[in-house]
């Protein structure tokens, strides 16, 4: 019988030296992946601070947009007892034409000072009348 040569893949047990080399690959490589899982953690980190940013900014717009204005500090005049006695109109006058911004009510200092004026301009000089003494 003749015997032709064959190959076959049969098991071979690692030498000590092979094992030791294996180990010290395995050991470095596991540090790598450690690096890079805490880069990878660093960087989703910072990229959901970014992302969590920019949506506050987006809703803020977004809020603005539906709202439709925004307050800002302007010069207005007030005109007392307009349209009528006791209520108040606010007028915008950094405009032009001036802008109606809203009427109120007056307030009771308000409705005071309004009294104090109407004697001033109907009575003249004359003093208020003095309450009664009890």
Do not use: W
């Amino acid at each position: 019988m003749d015997q032709k040569p064959m190959f076959e893949d049969v098991p071979r047990e690692y030498t000590q030296d092979e094992k030791l080399r294996m180990g010290l690959e395995l050991a470095r490589m596991t540090g790598e992946l450690n690096n890079l899982e805490a880069q990878k953690k660093a960087a989703l980190g910072q990229f959901n601070v970014d992302i969590a940013s920019t949506q506050k900014l987006m809703d803020s717009l977004a809020e603005r947009l539906r709202i439709g204005f925004e307050l800002e500090n302007a010069p207005v005049t007030v005109e007392y007892d307009k349209p009528e006695k006791g209520v108040k109109t606010i007028t915008r006058v950094d405009t032009i034409p001036h802008k109606f911004v809203r009427t109120a009510p007056m307030t009771p200092s308000e409705l005071q000072r309004s009294l104090e004026l109407f004697y001033e301009r109907d009575m003249g000089d004359m003093p208020p009348p003095e309450s009664p003494e009890a």
